[in-house]
C-alpha cells in the first residue's frame, strides 16, 4: 500500500527544519487559501469551458 499524504506530512513534520519552515510559510498559504475563496464566491475563476 502507497504511503498517503497525511502520513507523508507526518514523517516530513517530524524533521524540526521542516517543520519551522512548514509554520514560517503557513500565513502566506492561508492569504492563498482567503483568495482562491473570495474570487470563487464572486465567480472570477479560469474554468475550462469546452
Known amino acids: 500500500m502507497r504511503p498517503t499524504l497525511k502520513d507523508f506530512k507526518k514523517k516530513a513534520l517530524s524533521n524540526p527544519v521542516i517543520k519551522e519552515e512548514y509554520k514560517r510559510l503557513a500565513p502566506s498559504y492561508e492569504r492563498r487559501r482567503q483568495l482562491l ?4 464566491e464572486a465567480e472570477l475563476v479560469q474554468d475550462k469551458k469546452d
Open 37 to 40: 475563496k473570495i474570487r470563487k
